[in-house]
């Protein structure tokens, strides 16, 4: 099942419900799909052996952790070599601040996203952490004004 055309109907509507709600009991996901409980529950263990379902996990208020500020940066590195490279991303995805860290294809080669307390943890991250690393070349960050949706997938 490692493709999206595997998927029936039902696979769907579940992975629907569990999105919304990842706690709901078997008994009520299997109503809310029109299924008894029992083949609910043998869907949902297949669609996690087959990876389709990665994990379970609570989503928590950025504020109640003390990490109300979210940049996103555009880095642009001057490394061509692996090993460089390599470093730069083993160095990047170990700090605390970073909650999500993609390689892009084309220009910025990085993607990242932080989150913070407030303005002045942002420049010491900035200052302190990433704009030393010697494989940067540009660093670009993005405020936002106001975020319109945010989905998990």
């Known amino acids: 099942m490692s493709n999206d055309a595997t998927l029936d109907t039902v696979d769907r509507e579940i992975l629907f419900h569990l999105r919304q709600d990842g706690r709901l009991t078997n008994v009520e996901l ?3 799909v029109g299924l ?3 083949p609910c529950l043998r869907r949902v263990k297949r669609l996690e052996e087959a990876g389709v379902i990665t ?5 928590i208020n950025p504020q109640a ?4 500020l979210e940049v996103l940066i555009d880095v642009e590195i001057y ?3 692996r090993k460089s490279f ?3 991303e083993d160095t990047v995805a ?3 601040e970073v909650i999500e860290f993609r390689r892009m294809y084309g220009r910025p080669d990085y993607f990242i996203r932080v989150a913070v307390a407030d303005h002045a943890a942002y420049e010491a991250f900035l200052t302190e952490k990433l704009s030393g690393l010697p494989a940067v070349l540009r660093l670009e960050s993005h405020l ?3 975020k319109i949706k945010a989905t998990e997938q």
């Open 30 to 32: 299997a109503r809310r």
């Open 86 to 88: 390599q470093e730069f």
């Open 36 to 38: 008894t409980p029992p």
């Open 94 to 96: 170990s700090y605390e």
């Open 79 to 81: 490394a061509q070599d």
């Open 55 to 59: 994990g379970y996990r609570a989503v």
């Open 144 to 146: 936002t004004m106001k």
């Open 65 to 68: 952790l003390g990490r109300g």
